[in-house]
């Protein structure tokens, strides 16, 4: 029997392999092409060649930090060990920020979020996806996002918190807005932000508590809600759970229970997704009118799609 051949050892060169031995730009290009900074960082422990080449890459304007991605099995989670590493993280303030995202749940304070956030601005960074636990009663929205000029685009994941917003402020440049698990019971946030955005261009709600819904917006051109709860009427006389009119709107997709739907100056709609769930089919048909008639308001569209729950009633 022949014996397996073992694979060449690596090129190595005066003790240095061949990666390694690459200019700085090219190594730079390598890290850059990793998935997320916490591999990037390990990249470090190669080599004294490495260890602080990747706070060196002059496009390398991206932080993508999760605990979730170090928390190891039976073991503890090092969270003082974390926190000082996404403040070294952050600390670079040479280089401009594209994009900083990070996943931290209930491991810290607000007060230890609010820091990060603050030196993501230090940073003039453009896109902030924070997905995180505020605590117990109302977050309070932190001034310094409102007045960030660079700030095109904001995801928040929170946990079911509730939120209040500055009244009197508006963003500068934010076009983008994503929030999950957004609780609004006794306050109109959802409307404020929008109100507060007069750029805005995307707005995408996802599990969110909302109490009602009015979407009123001279620039958005995509609104995106998915698996909202509680959307009901402003009162007796007006029938609506979710309100739109946005002259430029191109593309609108409702996914979750059904509620009544009025649509005015949706004149620039091009496509229209909405799938009510299964558990409202009874509600669906008490309400014949109403679907008939947003269903007007959208004829022009050219891609409509609606699912059984919704056809069966027009049967």
Same mark, same amino acid.
């Given at each position: ?11 190595? !060169? ?13 190594? $730079?290009?390598?890290? $850059? ?15 004294? /060649? ?18 979730? &991605? +170090?928390?190891?099995? $039976? @073991?503890?989670?090092? /969270?003082?060990?974390?926190? @000082?590493?996404?403040?070294? %993280?952050?600390?670079? !303030? ?18 230890? *979020? ?38 095109? *685009? ?20 934010? /076009? ?12 109109? %946030? ?15 709600? #996802?599990? =969110? ?11 958005? @051109?995509?609104? #995106?809600?998915?698996?909202?709860? $509680?959307? *009901?009427?402003?009162?007796?006389? *007006? ?6 009119? =946005? ?11 059904? =509620?009544?739907?009025?649509? !005015?100056?949706?004149?620039?709609? @091009?496509?229209? +997704? ?9 509600? #669906?048909?008490?309400?014949? &009118? ?21 056809? &069966?009633?027009?049967?």
């Amino acid at each position: 029997m022949k014996k397996s051949k073992r694979g060449n050892p690596p090129n190595l !060169e005066n003790g240095v392999d061949f990666i390694s031995n690459m200019p700085d730009p090219i190594l $730079q290009l390598i890290l $850059q092409g990793l998935p997320n900074t916490e591999e990037v960082v390990r990249t470090s422990v190669l080599s004294t /060649r490495w260890r602080y080449l990747w706070t060196s890459i002059p496009y390398f304007p991206s932080l993508n930090l999760d605990c979730d &991605r +170090v928390v190891k099995p $039976q @073991k503890k989670f090092k /969270r003082n060990k974390f926190k @000082k590493f996404v403040s070294w %993280a952050l600390a670079n !303030e040479t280089v401009d920020l594209d994009s900083f995202r990070l996943r931290c749940d209930s491991y810290y304070t607000m007060s230890n *979020v609010i820091n990060w956030i603050r030196a993501a601005i230090t940073r003039k960074v453009k896109s902030l996806d924070l997905k995180f636990y505020p605590g117990p009663g109302y977050m309070v929205f932190p001034d310094c996002l409102v007045t960030c000029d660079s700030l095109e *685009v904001l995801r928040l994941s929170l946990h079911r918190s509730n939120l209040r917003l500055p009244s009197s402020q508006k963003f500068v440049a934010l /076009r983008v807005i994503e929030l999950n698990n957004l609780w609004c019971l006794y306050l109109d %946030a959802i409307a404020q932000f929008v109100r507060m955005s007069p750029l805005l261009e995307e707005l995408t709600l #996802i599990d =969110c508590l909302v109490n009602p819904l009015i979407i009123s917006s001279p620039k958005l @051109k995509t609104l #995106i809600i998915r698996n909202c709860k $509680q959307i *009901v009427n402003l009162d007796d006389d *007006v029938s609506f759970g979710v309100k739109v009119s =946005c002259p430029e709107l191109m593309l609108f997709e409702y996914i979750g229970p059904i =509620c009544p739907l009025n649509f !005015e100056n949706l004149d620039s709609l @091009k496509k229209a +997704v909405i799938l009510p769930d299964a558990m409202t089919r009874q509600k #669906i048909s008490s309400n014949l &009118r109403g679907i008939r008639k947003w269903l007007a308001a959208i004829s022009h569209v050219e891609s409509l799609s609606l699912n059984f729950f919704v056809i &069966r009633v027009n049967t």
